[in-house]
């Protein structure tokens, strides 16, 4: 088994609270919903998209 190690940066970008505040400015500057969906990527756990999930378990928040 291969355990990943992020700096503490990364996972500071990698968060869901970056991920809701890159959604919450989104929302202001294109008054479009946004939505915050966890993914299985360990990279990318989080990541905001304008569309909804087809999957809503992966919903997270909607910032609307």
């Known amino acids: ?5 992020f700096s503490a940066r990364r996972t500071r970008l990698a ?22 969906v966890r993914t299985d990527n ?8 304008r569309h909804q999930p087809r999957h809503p378990e992966t919903v997270l928040a909607l910032v609307a």
Not at 42 to 49: E, G, K, L
């Open 42 to 49: 360990p990279i990318q756990p989080f990541r905001v998209s």
């Open 1 to 5: 088994m291969t355990i990943i190690s």
């Open 15 to 36: 968060s869901f609270e970056n991920a809701y505040a890159v959604a919450v400015q989104l929302r202001e500057t294109t008054g479009v919903d946004q939505f915050v």
